[in-house]
Nanobody, 127 residues
């Protein structure tokens, strides 16, 4: 079992950068792909959008098209932590960001592919 806990969210201005962290308890962390999703304000959980995923070893990543070139996902298995570096933030990036574990050998881009979810960390980007 893996229990992700996100941190690092807050209020920033458009154009700023922010790094989110997700620390996960559980000795099996390094066997899971780790993904980031986001849920925009007033959107239902089923409308949670894929942001990025990284495979278990950290040498493969996949991004949503709108995040390519601005966001970078990485992980440190020695620290049981995955990161999301977000640059050139825009007001439309405002959302609650969730970290999730799942996939095993695969790298799901759909939320149904994930088993363990954190509680989320809110990010607000002002214009």
């Amino acid at each position: 079992q893996v229990r992700p806990v996100e941190s690092g969210g807050g209020l920033v201005q458009a154009g700023d950068s922010m790094r989110l962290s997700c620390a996960a308890s559980g000795r099996l962390f390094s066997t899971y792909a780790m993904g980031w999703f986001r849920q925009a304000p007033e959107k239902a959980p089923k409308e949670r959008k894929f942001v990025a995923v990284i495979n278990w070893s950290g040498d493969r990543t996949v991004y949503a098209d709108s995040m390519k070139g601005r966001f970078t996902i990485s992980r440190d298995n020695a620290k049981n932590t995955v990161y999301l570096q977000m640059n050139s933030l825009k007001p439309e990036d405002t959302a609650v960001y969730y970290c999730a574990a799942g996939g095993g050998a695969t790298m799901p881009v759909d939320s149904n592919g994930y088993v363990y979810w954190g509680q989320g960390t809110p990010v607000t980007v002002s214009s």
